[in-house]
Each structure stands twice: as C-alpha cells, then as structure tokens.
C-alpha cells in the first residue's frame, strides 16, 4: 500500500505536467479549447485533492519515487 506522502508527490508531479502541458495562448479556436481543457482538467485534480493552483506550480520534485 503506498503511503500518503508518496501518493501526494505521485498526484503533485502528475499534475504539475498537465499544467505544463498547457498554456500555448494561440489566438485559434482548437488551440483555445485545448488550454480550456487543460484547465478543466486542472480545476477537477484540484477540486479532488484540495490542492490549490500555488500548490502545482511551486511543486518541485524532491525525492524519487
């Protein structure tokens, strides 16, 4: 069974890459929806966890996993 610390450093890195995934700001219509998913899928890890958006985009990994 994994232990909280390691789940919460597998749930902070999982979602420290989906914010890098996003943000590419291009003015057309699939390049909008895709950053509106991104941030969607953010909202709901969020929601889930009770993490808040500093919590990812502060989060550096300091162990290995």
């Known amino acids: ?3 909280d610390k390691k789940f919460k450093s ?3 890195r999982a979602a420290k890459k989906i914010h890098n995934a ?3 700001d291009a003015a ?3 390049s909008r929806g ?3 998913a ?6 709901i890890l969020m ?3 009770g993490f808040v958006i500093e919590d990812i985009v502060d989060y550096e990994e300091d162990e290995k996993i």
């Open 1 to 3: 069974m994994r232990s």
């Open 47 to 49: 929601e889930e966890t």
């Open 28 to 30: 057309d219509e699939y």
């Open 10 to 12: 597998k749930v902070m």
């Open 22 to 24: 996003g943000g590419c």
């Open 34 to 36: 895709y950053d509106d």
């Open 38 to 43: 991104i941030s969607l899928a953010l909202l």
